[in-house]
């Protein structure tokens, strides 16, 4: 079982539109979570941190589920320019307290006119 | 203006070159990240180095060899690479034991002729 996963998608989302979507981890004890945006041929940029309380940033919401070891994205009043890979990160955990970055394999989102 | 550094951009080169790419981060971090990215492929992790040591090498072929002189600084090695090998590699560099993102260099883009 991989260690972080997501939905591949693509989520094809008209403009205007919210689209959210979840990433599952498999470690109980993973500390830090977050989800970055990655562009085409372009690095992972970091989007947002996610908090236990949930948070959100703009038109961007975050929420974790610990009970369910899931992490959330919600993408509301959607931009073309939103269009993106969007990678789930967890951080830490017994085997891993030193803090090593297991990434999921991303999941595309493209926004339509 | 990114805090990690990563050099060259673009590099072509042959199957029996040998060729080195620069990793350098200026954000006091204390782990650094080799991850490839084929085209349309997930982020793998290649190497992990923490405080200078590798703490992780994810079955990569010899032909790739990591080299972390100091904390700032990450370089990997090629030799005799293969056309399979053409990708994106990304540098990241992070601060284990805190509950901070990583920072991803902008990529060096190889192609393997």
């Known amino acids: 079982r991989k260690e972080v996963e997501q939905d591949p998608g693509p989520f094809n989302v008209p403009e205007g539109a919210t689209v959210a979507f979840n990433c599952t981890y498999s470690n109980s004890a993973s500390q830090s979570f977050f989800w970055y945006r990655q562009d085409c041929r372009k690095e992972p940029k970091l989007l947002m941190s996610v908090y236990s309380s949930g948070n959100e940033d703009g038109r961007f919401t975050a929420q974790l589920n610990r009970a369910s070891q899931y992490i959330s994205l919600l993408i509301r009043d959607s931009k073309l320019s939103d269009s993106a890979t969007y990678l789930c990160?967890?951080?830490?955990?017994?085997?891993?307290?030193?803090?090593?970055?297991?990434f999921g394999a991303g999941t595309q989102v493209v926004v339509t006119p | 203006e990114t805090g990690v550094t990563q050099t060259p951009r673009h590099l072509v080169m042959g199957m029996t070159n040998k060729k080195s790419l620069k990793c350098e981060q200026h954000l006091g971090h204390n782990a650094m990240y080799w991850y490839k990215q084929s085209a349309k492929k997930p982020l793998e992790l290649m190497f992990v180095y923490s405080l200078e040591e590798r703490v992780e090498n994810n079955s990569v072929p010899s032909r790739f060899s990591p080299e972390c002189p100091n904390s700032s600084h990450l370089f990997l090695h090629l030799h005799t690479l293969q056309p399979e090998d053409s990708a994106l590699y990304l540098c990241?560099?992070?601060?284990?034991?805190?509950?901070?993102?990583?920072?991803f260099g902008q990529g060096t883009r190889l192609t393997v002729v």
């Open positions: 990160v967890v951080t830490g955990g017994t085997t891993d307290s030193w803090g090593k970055l297991q």
């Open positions: 990241a560099s992070s601060q284990v034991g805190l509950t901070t993102e990583a920072f």
